[in-house]
């Protein structure tokens, strides 16, 4: 382990989980715990199967906890990194117009804690606060799920994949959300990765941006294999 460099604890594991690890390798020595999937490269898997086993005395000796899984265990994993004294980072909340992350503020007031930072990993929301803090009035977020590689492993967990196919897709606009057909509106957008036709779907994230900046437009596409 490299001087000075930071313990983390990676619950979870998918694309995004593979991609933070790579990203921050210089940075953080991993160890993972992880409820479905094999190992992350570079990480140190604890043998956990069950979040049962999460426990302040398991985080003792970490820096940070990492949060990569599924939204509906946000609280959860927030009730046991409260009470110790690591940092925390998610990347959602669990379908809530009053994020589940809020009524945890008191707990990590001398300490860091990223919530609902978004995908793409943990970027698109925080860019979003960025834009609004310059003065931006419309912002357009556009996700390109998509892989060459037919057996990696999905960027969604299955409880999320089926609340973005089968849920309204939300808009924002004055604070109020605004609902739309399921896949409505395609527009196709050029990226670096190619040319994808975009339409409308849910995302979670959605509900705490519309209410953390009422006096953004804000709207969300996907595009992509996935």
């Not at 390798?25 to 715990?33: I, K, P, Q, R, Y």
């Not at 001398?110 to 960025?130: F, Q």
């Amino acid at each position: 382990m490299s001087k000075q460099q930071t313990k983390a604890l990676l619950l979870g594991k998918g694309r995004v989980g593979t991609t933070l690890t790579t990203m921050l390798a210089n940075e953080f020595e991993f160890d993972w715990l992880d409820l479905r999937f094999g190992a992350s490269v570079g990480c140190q898997n604890r043998g956990l199967t069950s979040l049962d086993r999460l426990s302040v005395d398991l985080l003792d000796g970490y820096d940070l906890v990492i949060n990569c899984l599924p939204c509906a265990y946000v609280e959860e994993v927030l009730s046991v990194v409260a009470d110790s004294k690591c940092g925390y980072v998610d990347f959602s909340s669990d379908h809530h117009y009053i994020s589940e992350q809020s009524r945890y503020r008191d707990a990590f007031q001398d300490r860091l804690a990223l919530i609902n930072t978004g995908i793409a990993p943990g970027l698109d929301n925080l860019l979003v606060r960025h834009l609004a803090e310059v003065g931006a009035k419309t912002i357009h977020l556009y996700l390109i799920e998509h892989s060459e590689d037919i057996d990696s492993e999905p960027s969604w967990c299955e409880e999320d994949g089926i609340s973005s196919a089968t849920e309204l897709p939300v808009s924002a606009s004055n604070g109020n959300l605004v609902t739309h057909s399921l896949f409505s509106d395609p527009e196709t957008i050029d990226t670096q990765r190619g040319r994808f036709c975009c339409y409308r779907f849910f995302g979670e994230e959605m509900l705490t941006l519309a209410r953390r900046f009422p006096d953004i437009e804000l709207h969300l596409k996907t595009g992509g294999n996935e």
